[in-house]
């Protein structure tokens, strides 16, 4: 069964927040963004649930800036329709059979690149987000928003502006301060030291030498070498003798001529 709109929860109990939907920035009026426009926005409505596709036309057709031009039950069909219909916001559902939102996005945006994709699901899962803002949709919004606050996205994004679900955008800021932190966090652990000795023998197997001709090229015994050579695997964290010196060359460590 389709799922139907519903107001969305917002805290303070003060009804839908001002600017609509989202984090775009609300910067100018909806009056004077319809203003500026000549034709109205075309959009292609994409949904599994018919019922659900019949209901979002019955809604947008009471905008008179928004026009309706196409729908489609699968993503396979909404790259067919959006290439024939090039619309300039694609409604779209994530999870669709045959061909699901997210992987159509990407084949959406190569047909009809003009198009903003918004997604429009009932699924809050952080891992559908992210996959839709990498495949190139430009909103995320779930179905418990209100029937205007869908108008107001498409205007606002056929605007030029991002919108997601509130409770979304949550998600995402959260798993943004957290790849900051571990970002940080890596840039504190220093990068391996290597000493004046391990660094000659690094470039000595560099360029194919055995243990026993380094020992005779340093002067020293054999067994030092090997020591050596564990030490320098030891220290960046690798297996073998190819993998330290593939790993010295990327990190420019030492380069060979």
């Known amino acids: 069964m389709a799922d139907s709109f519903g107001p969305v929860h917002h805290p303070g109990g003060s009804g839908a927040p001002a600017g609509g939907p989202g984090?775009?920035?609300?910067?100018?009026?909806?009056?004077?963004?319809?203003?500026?426009?000549?034709?109205?926005i075309r959009v292609l409505v994409v949904d599994d649930h018919a019922l659900f596709r019949r209901g979002l036309e019955i809604v947008l057709a009471q905008e008179e800036d928004i026009q309706v031009v196409g729908e489609a039950g699968d993503g396979a069909e909404a790259v067919d329709k959006a290439a024939d219909l090039l619309p300039d916001i694609v409604l779209m559902d994530v999870r669709m059979p045959k061909r699901g939102g997210i992987e159509a996005c990407t084949s959406i945006k190569e047909v009809a690149p003009s198009a903003k994709i918004i997604m429009l699901t009932i699924s809050d899962e952080e891992a559908d987000l992210y996959d839709a803002i990498k495949a190139g949709a430009t909103g995320y919004l779930l179905k418990e928003i209100s029937t205007?606050?869908?108008a107001t996205a498409i205007r606002a994004v056929a605007d030029g502006q991002s919108q997601i679900s509130p409770s979304m955008a949550s998600k995402l800021l959260t798993e943004f301060k957290s790849m900051i932190q571990r970002t940080d966090e890596r840039r504190l652990v220093p990068a391996p030291r290597l000493t004046d000795r391990e660094l000659e023998v690094l470039k000595l197997v560099a360029t194919g030498m055995n243990n026993r001709d380094i020992a005779k090229e340093l002067f020293i015994s054999e067994n030092t070498v090997k020591n050596h050579v564990r030490n320098i695997l030891?220290?960046?964290?690798?297996?073998s003798r190819?993998?330290?010196?593939?790993?010295?060359?990327?990190e420019k460590i030492l380069e060979i001529r």
């Open 148 to 150: 205007d606050e869908v």
């Open 234 to 239: 030891e220290k960046l964290q690798l297996h």
């Open 23 to 40: 984090c775009g920035s609300g910067a100018g009026s909806d009056a004077d963004a319809e203003a500026s426009r000549k034709e109205p």
């Open 242 to 250: 190819m993998e330290a010196v593939v790993y010295a060359m990327r």
